[in-house]
């Protein structure tokens, strides 16, 4: 019998028997339902649920029936009852597979939801027992920094070019290999990452062990998500990602620090990350030391709620950063010596607070410092009692203004007064104004005081005109009248000349010849006006060296076309207040601002925002500076920041860079070998006692080298990038190198050939002397490489390409390959479809290519130039460098093509290189002069070339931005690094 029906007997012996019907009755009554449900198998059902209903059962001989398998012929009821239950079957099998899958979905609900409980009491959990982030800061940091998502405010930071000019600079570039690895690092890109990093952190730094060197300590405040971080000393060991690498679990029972027997390490070439998760928080430093202090003391720590409030309190995607008052504003102007006092404007009990917010477009500071002004030892402080006012000449300002500095802080005459105590500093102002109101007495019945202040008013301002490097200066006139007198007085002296006779645009613009004694007062204020043109208009009057400013001032004004309408001078400022002591517009399209000193740092930072504004306000005891920047995008070339870097001595332009491609090596005057780390721009120099070379090896083993370098005598050195030597060097080799060509095998094998004609293969390991065949020439260059095989150029009228196999260090003379004719450099080896191939052109222009040690058809072929270099490979042809500064596409069939390089005749110390994959694909060239060309396949100059440099280039990113930059020697001894686009 089927399961089935097992099935259906067991539910059917579990309804109620009714007493008051006897067996046979029940018996009779089965068989007769039985019968009619094979003549009407849908009505069949019916009777059956009845019974259920009623409680009805069969008697035990019907159950014994159903269950024995007896013969048909025995009983002809249940041989009929047979095909009615094979029909029931389907029905109450379809019943089953409902039930079964009912209870599966009801079992899937109620895990889910039994997770989802797991999960919300956790969460509560780890929400609940938490921890006040401020309580891990001592409280003697330089700068404490406050953001609500770390990913959103810091992420955009990692990106700006002013960082790369801040961190330029040799004062803060200790910060720098830090900063790139973090620009660099894979780990911002993670999702996971990217969701954890989407919370509360603070960032506080410390510098007092040493005045110039910051320690940093970081809490994150993880909130509900700290389940994650409480879980991580023991989940990370078993997660294998490579955005993970450098990371390890320590654990260290002896430690003084309860909170530090179990960490977390996150290792980079040149810093290790302490790391400990505590409750909700998340907390890492460069310094194990500030580690153990913030976490044996952060029961200790507390801060009032003014003190929280002002540390953390900052809207969305904004950095607040609280500092130490004291050592903030020493750092403005700090090598300026009229201010070297400002600092003590400041109340140093209180913190400074400076908000940044950043996105692609815009960068906006705003900074407050407290004052002190009662306490102050700084000369020009009565100013600081002047409250801000909203400027009236911004408003009169026309729209070809390129720059300008609006200065309202105080009536000319106070401001004067303040000022001279700081100008004192560097030039003897008070006598040059004692002689200058002398004399003007004298000639023009005028004091300086009268002829200046008696009709200004306490604006001025300094403007910058498009298409006119020439400044115009503005004065406000609260006294018209008072001006005209003054004026006439002035225009009747035959000392001061007025030429009234200029009219320009419909505008008359008057001249007055200015004599020495106030030209040379106005020189102190860095005001070079000898011959000034000047015109009214509104409240102001304009004057200049340059009529046409003026001119363009008076036309522009005509027709209202003023410069705060402009969607450039909306966007500088932003949401900036109206009111100000002191404000600055720029637009760098075209130049600096003459007031901005060239090649500073704060002149580099204007220069990547083509646009700014910047206000100085003075409030109630506090001095707030707000600068709001707008980006413009450029596709010009320039130098990254930090370059150039000045060179010694004579170059030899073999520029090479490390395998990490985090260091470049040169040598200079054939015998001072320089590196220069990309990361820290680390100019690392080591003088040898002889001539030398240097190789990169194939594969950087850090610490344990990155760099072969072979003096003349033998002395082999394996160097680490920062010229250190490794332990165990330097070895005296037994034969003296000549001439000090070097290469590497994959496997880190130093090979350079010797005096004596033989060839040395010199690993970390051993040495082994390769010899050459008997009958060979002179090998005087470093061999070609290419995988396993090397090729050797044997020197001689008769010249040799020899060959040999890296591993097995034998030569096989049976592949020689023969070329008629002197020639220089190595020879070009390359792999292509299974073939091997060799190129070599000699001084007199015979081009050789081989064909698996067989001289190809077609060939050699006789070139018109002559050539001291060799060829270079890239996409099935080989390029060459004439010294007529022809530049040459050999084919595999013979066929050339050649372009001559612009702007040069000769190349007698011309480079060629190929770049043969990656974004940098191409052939770069230089002639005798002193720029480099690129190239692509078919000779055509990419848009960003030519470049300052000369010699070999290496692509390598130094900026951390995933491009690479073309970093190249010069002819005028320094080192540049182009961001070429």
Request: aromatic fraction near 10%.
């Amino acid at each position: 019998m089927s399961a089935m029906e097992n099935f259906e007997n067991k539910d059917e012996n579990q309804i109620v028997e009714k007493t008051d019907n006897s067996v046979t009755e029940n018996a009779v009554e089965e068989t007769a339902v039985e019968s009619e449900k094979i003549e009407n198998p849908v009505e069949a059902e019916a009777p059956k649920e009845e019974a259920a209903v009623t409680g009805e059962t069969e008697t035990s001989e019907a159950k014994d029936a159903e269950k024995t398998e007896a013969p048909a012929a025995e009983n002809p009821a249940e041989e009929k009852a047979a095909p009615a239950a094979q029909e029931e079957a389907p029905a109450k099998t379809e019943k089953k597979k409902k039930g079964f899958f009912a209870r599966l979905l009801k079992a899937v609900i109620v895990f889910c939801a039994v997770i989802f409980a797991l999960f919300s009491v956790l969460f509560l959990y780890s929400a609940i027992d938490s921890k006040n982030a401020l309580t891990l800061f001592p409280k003697n940091y330089a700068a404490f920094v406050h953001t609500e998502s770390v990913f959103d405010s810091l992420n955009p930071i990692l990106d700006l070019e002013a960082c790369d000019t801040f961190l330029a600079d040799p004062e803060y570039s200790s910060l720098r290999p830090m900063f790139m690895d973090l620009r660099k690092n894979d780990v911002r890109r993670n999702k996971l990452i990217q969701f954890l990093l989407k919370r509360k952190a603070n960032i506080a730094f410390y510098n007092d062990e040493d005045p110039n060197v910051f320690k940093l300590l970081a809490v994150a405040d993880l909130s509900y998500l700290s389940f994650t971080s409480r879980l991580a000393p023991k989940v990370l060991p078993f997660i294998k990602m490579k955005e993970l690498n450098g990371i390890s679990v320590v654990h260290d029972s002896e430690a003084e620090c309860e909170y530090l027997k179990e960490y977390i390490t996150y290792e980079t070439e040149d810093a290790t990350f302490y790391i400990k998760t505590y409750k909700n928080l998340l907390i890492a430093s460069d310094s194990k030391e500030l580690l153990t202090r913030s976490l044996s003391g952060m029961n200790n720590i507390t801060y009032s709620k003014a003190e929280e409030k002002e540390m953390t309190k900052t809207e969305a995607h904004k950095i607040k950063i609280s500092a130490d008052t004291k050592y903030l504003s020493k750092q403005f102007l700090k090598d300026d010596k009229m201010l070297e006092n400002i600092h003590t404007m400041f109340d140093a009990e209180q913190k400074s607070t400076i908000q940044i917010t950043i996105s692609k477009k815009n960068i906006s500071v705003e900074t407050k410092l407290p004052l002190d002004i009662e306490n102050s030892k700084f000369e020009a402080k009565k100013l600081f009692e002047h409250k801000s006012v909203k400027s009236t000449l911004v408003p009169e300002l026309t729209r070809k203004t390129q720059y300008y500095t609006s200065v309202h802080i105080a009536p000319l005459n106070e401001l004067k007064d303040a000022s001279f105590p700081l100008l004192q500093k560097t030039q003897d102002i008070k006598s040059i104004w004692r002689d200058a109101n002398k004399w003007s007495n004298r000639l023009l019945g005028l004091s300086v005081e009268d002829m200046l202040f008696s009709w200004s008013g306490s604006e001025l301002g300094v403007i910058g005109m498009e298409g006119n490097s020439d400044p115009v200066f503005a004065l406000q006139i609260v006294d018209e009248t008072q001006r005209i007198n003054i004026f006439k007085k002035l225009d009747s002296s035959w000392l001061i000349k007025d030429n009234s006779s200029l009219i320009l645009g419909g505008a008359r613009i008057p001249c007055l010849q200015l004599p020495d004694f106030i030209t040379n007062l106005l020189s102190c204020f860095s005001v070079d006006l000898p011959k000034a043109y000047y015109f009214v208009h509104g409240n102001f009057i304009y004057f200049c060296l340059s009529p046409q400013n003026l001119s363009a001032i008076y036309a522009q004004a005509k027709e209202n076309d003023y410069l705060v309408n402009t969607e450039r001078w909306q966007d500088a400022s932003g949401n900036l207040k109206d009111s100000s002591s002191l404000s600055l517009y720029y637009n760098l399209e075209r130049s600096m601002p003459f007031f901005i000193t060239q090649n500073s740092m704060i002149s580099k930072i204007l220069k990547l925002y083509k646009f700014g504004r910047a206000d100085v306000r003075i409030g109630e005891n506090t001095l707030s500076f707000e600068l709001n920047a707008t980006s413009v995008k450029s596709d010009e070339t320039k130098v990254i920041e930090g370059f150039p870097v000045e060179c010694q001595g004579k170059l030899d332009y073999k520029l090479m860079s490390s395998s990490q491609k985090d260091t470049v090596y040169w040598v200079e005057n054939s015998r001072d070998i320089n590196s220069f780390e990309l990361d820290s721009l680390q100019h690392n120099r080591m003088p040898m006692a002889g001539k030398a070379a240097v190789a990169p090896l194939a594969k950087s083993l850090k610490d344990k080298g990155d760099l072969w370098a072979l003096t003349s005598n033998g002395t082999v050195y394996l160097l680490n990038r920062s010229l250190k030597a490794i332990d165990k060097y330097p070895v005296i080799a037994d034969s003296p190198a000549n001439p000090f060509e070097l290469c590497t095998t994959a496997k880190n094998e130093l090979i350079y050939p010797t005096k004596d004609g033989r060839i040395v293969f010199y690993s970390t390991e051993k040495n082994k002397y390769a010899e050459l065949p008997e009958d060979a020439g002179k090998v005087r260059t470093k061999p070609a490489v290419c995988g396993n095989k090397l090729a050797f150029y044997a020197k001689g009228f008769d010249g040799q390409i020899l060959y040999a196999d890296s591993v097995s260090k034998e030569f096989d003379e049976s592949k020689t390959c023969y070329i008629e004719g002197i020639g220089f450099g190595s020879p070009c080896l390359v792999e292509e479809d299974g073939l091997t191939y060799t190129a070599f052109v000699t001084q007199s222009g015979a081009f050789y290519l081989f064909k698996n040690n067989s001289i190809a058809p077609g060939f050699p072929v006789q070139l018109e130039s002559t050539f001291h270099t060799n060829a270079a490979y890239l996409d099935h042809a080989f390029y060459l460098i004439g010294d007529d500064a022809l530049v040459y596409k050999i084919n595999m069939n013979g066929n050339y093509t050649t372009v001559q390089i612009p702007t040069s005749k000769t190349a007698k110390e011309g480079t060629i290189t190929t770049v043969r994959s990656g974004k940098n694909k191409g052939v770069y060239a230089s002639a005798d002069e002193n720029l480099i060309y690129g190239f692509n396949s078919d000779l055509e100059l990419y848009p960003a070339f030519p470049l300052i440099g000369h010699g070999i280039p290496v692509f390598a990113d130094v900026n951390g931005d995933s491009k690479d930059e073309c970093i190249i020697l010069s002819t005028d001894k320094k080192l540049y690094a182009w961001d070429y686009k």
